[in-house]
């Protein structure tokens, strides 16, 4: 797996307070908040469309039972 630097700016208090908590390794704690960010978004994105795809979808005038029906009469 490759990785790559993305930097951001912190307030110069925010930075200080996190320089007094000695025993959090901040890296590993932000990378984990923004993987956990980006698979919410994702996920978030992936249900938005599939909603418009659902939306767009002509409506199935018969229902499951029937299908499953139809399917095996034809076997």
Same mark, same amino acid.
């Given at each position: 797996? @490759?990785?790559?630097?993305? @930097?951001?700016?912190?307030? $110069? /208090?925010?930075?200080?307070?996190?320089? #007094? +908590?000695?025993?959090?390794?901040?890296?590993? *704690?932000? /990378?984990?908040?923004?993987?956990?960010?980006?698979?919410?978004? =994702? =996920?978030?994105?992936?249900?938005? *469309?599939?909603?418009?795809?659902? +939306?767009?979808?002509?409506? +199935?005038? @018969? @229902?499951?039972? *029937?299908? +499953?029906? #139809?399917? /095996? $009469?034809?076997?």
């Amino acid at each position: 797996m @490759s990785t790559s630097v993305y @930097s951001i700016r912190l307030d $110069d /208090r925010v930075r200080r307070m996190m320089d #007094e +908590i000695r025993d959090v390794n901040w890296q590993a *704690e932000i /990378r984990e908040a923004v993987e956990k960010m980006v698979r919410e978004k =994702k =996920k978030h994105h992936f249900l938005a *469309e599939a909603r418009q795809l659902r +939306i767009r979808m002509l409506p +199935i005038e @018969s @229902s499951a039972a *029937e299908m +499953i029906r #139809e399917d /095996r $009469d034809a076997r």
